[in-house]
């Protein structure tokens, strides 16, 4: 397969004020991998990962790429998607597919760009996952599909500014997730997560985990305060590292197995839920106390994402049942850091959809009547797999199908109930006008 590389990158003009690179953003943690020249061994131990190698190519060994302004000219019919993922402000995200993978703005909804991988042969391809790092030219590809374009235990590390990939950390096992700072790169495996320095690669700690096959793993994003979460060594546990105190905390979450997790970008708030699929409960990590626990029904469900507002007064829950709920959090704001509008945890608190209208027997019946309940609803398509994040505007949500599809929503604070669909578009079909 041959092609020609594209002469400039796609992204957004760096000059443009919204854009920002890790080698030229304005905030101390920014790091710079194209300097990245010498190969990088770490000393972990069991023999895993094998290697861990930083590889920079010259443009004419690079891996061969080509850009498809024109998605016709290979073939007209929508790729198959087989990971999404928002970057970390909601602004954008990303969807690997069995061609490739491709970048979109939230608000409004347009592709930024593409890569597809298939060239003429219409053969491989296939990215697994695909993590942005905030709107950076910097990106992390796993391959993925019946064809995958890389290893499935492979991170590549892409550089759109030059078009190819500049680095790459290879495990004995498979890649089930990455996370994205600016100053490091989380790999996750089915037992172990591995924690790398951004600017060289250099392994700085492993955790091991309990079988982990979703790979459930999620880093704060405030600089110079890292926290991370990620499964513990027992069903139900969750384990909380606070890299800037060097402190381990454990949290026996739920009596099942954990299947979904969320964190807050200030990394003080953590949202779990359990293979049961019935309580959301929200903890603060830095004591590891339970701050309020929610209930998304009676039956069980798989539960496919969790987000918090910016602001974490709102939660947010899709699951196979077709439903997305938001919730209303009523966190102790000046405790936990959390800067909230005035007035805004009260406002909802005696909301009727808020807590269950058979509450005032507390205590009398199961735990069940006393329930917090979600605020505001949105119906989807039952057992298809959606993500959900809160959009820009003001009490918006954002939902993205693994069919293609893209949601944005709004909920009434004060009212609740059924959410207003503000727009619907399939985001794969390119001659679709957003």
Same mark, same amino acid.
């Given at each position: 397969?041959?092609?020609?590389?594209?002469?400039?990158?796609? %992204?957004?003009?760096?000059?443009?004020?919204?854009?920002?690179?890790?080698?030229?953003?304005?905030?101390?943690?920014?790091?710079?991998?194209?300097? &990245?020249?010498?190969?990088?061994?770490? !000393?972990?131990?069991?023999?895993?990962?094998?290697?861990?190698?930083?590889?920079?190519?010259?443009?004419?060994?690079?891996?061969?790429?080509?850009?498809?302004?024109?998605?016709?000219?290979?073939?007209?019919?929508?790729?198959?998607? $087989?990971? $999404?993922?928002?970057?970390?402000?909601?602004?954008?995200? !990303?969807?690997?597919?069995?061609?490739?993978?491709? =970048?979109?703005?939230?608000?409004?909804?347009?592709? =930024?760009?593409?890569?597809?991988?298939?060239?003429?042969?219409?053969?491989?391809?296939? &990215?697994?996952?695909?993590?942005?790092?905030? /709107?950076?030219?910097?990106?992390?590809?796993?391959?993925?599909?019946?064809?995958?374009?890389?290893?499935?235990?492979?991170?590549?590390? %892409?550089?759109?500014?030059?078009?190819?990939?500049?680095?790459?950390?290879?495990?004995?096992?498979?890649?089930?997730?990455? /996370?994205?700072?600016?100053?490091?790169?989380?790999?996750?495996?089915?037992?172990? =997560?591995?924690?790398?320095?951004?600017?060289?690669?250099?392994?700085?700690?492993?955790?091991?985990?309990?079988?982990?096959?979703?790979?459930?793993?999620?880093?704060?994003?405030?600089?110079?305060?890292?926290? $991370?979460?990620?499964?513990?060594?027992?069903?139900?546990?969750? /384990?909380?590292?606070?890299?800037?105190?060097?402190?381990?905390?454990?949290?026996?979450?739920?009596?099942?197995?954990?299947?979904?997790? !969320? $964190?807050?970008?200030?990394? /003080?708030?953590?949202?779990?839920?359990?293979?049961?699929?019935?309580?959301?409960?929200?903890?603060?990590?830095?004591?590891?106390?339970?701050?309020?626990?929610?209930?998304?029904?009676?039956?069980?469900?798989?539960?496919?994402?969790?987000?918090?507002?910016?602001? !974490?007064?709102?939660?947010?829950?899709?699951?196979?049942?077709?439903?997305?709920?938001?919730?209303?959090?009523?966190?102790?704001?000046?405790?936990?850091?959390?800067?909230?509008?005035?007035?805004?945890?009260?406002?909802?608190?005696?909301?009727?959809?808020?807590?269950?209208?058979?509450?005032?027997?507390?205590?009398?019946?199961?735990?069940?009547?006393?329930?917090? %309940?979600?605020?505001?609803?949105?119906?989807?398509?039952?057992?298809?797999?959606?993500?959900?994040?809160?959009?820009?505007?003001?009490?918006?949500?954002? &939902?993205?199908?693994?069919?293609?599809?893209?949601?944005?929503?709004?909920?009434?604070?004060?009212?609740?109930?059924?959410?207003?669909?503000?727009?619907?578009?399939?985001?794969?079909?390119?001659?679709?006008?957003?």
């Amino acid at each position: 397969m041959t092609s020609t590389l594209p002469s400039s990158s796609p %992204w957004p003009n760096p000059t443009n004020p919204n854009f920002v690179s890790p080698h030229m953003s304005p905030n101390s943690d920014s790091v710079d991998l194209s300097d &990245i020249s010498a190969a990088v061994t770490d !000393a972990a131990v069991n023999d895993e990962p094998r290697s861990v190698t930083v590889t920079v190519t010259s443009p004419t060994n690079s891996t061969v790429i080509t850009p498809n302004p024109s998605p016709n000219s290979v073939d007209s019919s929508p790729p198959n998607v $087989l990971y $999404l993922s928002f970057n970390q402000d909601y602004g954008c995200f !990303a969807a690997g597919t069995d061609r490739g993978f491709r =970048i979109y703005n939230c608000d409004p909804l347009r592709e =930024i760009f593409r890569r597809d991988f298939t060239g003429t042969s219409n053969t491989g391809g296939g &990215i697994g996952v695909v993590q942005m790092l905030f /709107r950076c030219n910097i990106l992390a590809l796993v391959g993925g599909g019946n064809e995958p374009q890389y290893p499935l235990n492979k991170v590549m590390i %892409w550089d759109d500014h030059q078009s190819r990939c500049i680095g790459e950390l290879s495990f004995r096992s498979e890649v089930k997730s990455v /996370r994205l700072r600016r100053d490091r790169i989380v790999v996750v495996l089915a037992q172990k =997560i591995f924690v790398y320095n951004f600017s060289d690669l250099k392994l700085l700690h492993q955790i091991e985990t309990v079988a982990n096959p979703k790979g459930l793993c999620e880093v704060s994003q405030v600089s110079g305060s890292m926290v $991370l979460v990620c499964p513990g060594l027992q069903k139900g546990q969750v /384990r909380v590292e606070h890299y800037a105190s060097k402190r381990t905390k454990f949290i026996l979450a739920h009596d099942s197995r954990i299947v979904c997790f !969320a $964190l807050t970008n200030d990394g /003080r708030l953590l949202a779990t839920c359990s293979s049961k699929g019935t309580l959301v409960r929200v903890y603060n990590t830095l004591d590891g106390s339970l701050v309020q626990e929610v209930r998304r029904g009676a039956d069980r469900a798989e539960i496919y994402s969790l987000a918090f507002s910016p602001t !974490a007064q709102w939660l947010a829950v899709s699951s196979d049942k077709g439903t997305v709920h938001v919730f209303n959090l009523k966190v102790d704001s000046p405790a936990l850091g959390v800067d909230r509008p005035r007035g805004a945890s009260e406002s909802n608190a005696t909301s009727p959809s808020a807590v269950s209208h058979l509450s005032f027997i507390r205590g009398v019946l199961p735990k069940y009547f006393s329930s917090e %309940w979600s605020v505001a609803q949105f119906r989807l398509q039952e057992g298809l797999q959606h993500i959900v994040a809160f959009g820009h505007q003001k009490n918006t949500v954002v &939902i993205l199908g693994m069919d293609g599809s893209f949601y944005r929503c709004q909920f009434d604070a004060a009212a609740g109930g059924e959410m207003t669909l503000l727009e619907h578009h399939s985001f794969l079909k390119s001659e679709e006008n957003f």
